[in-house]
């Protein structure tokens, strides 16, 4: 664990390099209403980073679901964004499967398993973490994807205009 926090800054540019990768269909999202994390976790906790980070900025709900079913108020303008360091967290299946079931969109981040290949076999956008990290120690890859994704659907200001004199790049 040691060597994986000490090499953190290095985590955070290779998150960065992914998140830089990720290419949303923006027709395929434009008006959604609200945007929900489902996850557990360490995979949950940059959902709630993100959210505290983009708190002023952000201009639709942004709620983290830990549960098994999602929100009562999660339909087709809702983007689900499945958050699984493993990919075969029991909980955020059963989340990814009730968003599925209501025709939110789905976005998927994680290292593989289960959630890899719904969102293969589904079309979802997939972004792909590399593997061998335990999710507690995985905070770069869960919490900056996140947030350039967010970012690159245009549904929060850009924190670099919203603090001019703060550099945001890692």
Known sequence: MYDKIYHFPEQVEQAFSIGQKIN?????????????????????????????????????????CRHYRLPEFVNHDSLVIISSY?????????????????????????????????????????????????PRAALGFSFIPLLMLVSKLGVAANPEKRYPGIDTRP
């Open 86 to 134: 493993s990919g075969n967290t029991e909980e955020t299946l059963s989340a990814m499967e009730d968003a599925v079931v209501r025709k939110a969109r789905l976005a998927c981040i994680t290292s593989g398993g289960k959630v890899s290949e719904i969102a293969r076999r589904n079309g979802f956008l997939l972004v792909e973490l590399p593997k061998g990290y335990p």
């Open 24 to 64: 949303p269909d923006l027709e395929y999202y434009r008006n959604i209403k609200n945007i929900i994390v489902a996850g557990m976790g360490g995979s949950a906790i940059g959902g709630d980073l993100v959210r505290s980070y983009l708190a002023g900025a952000i201009n639709i709900p942004f709620y983290i």
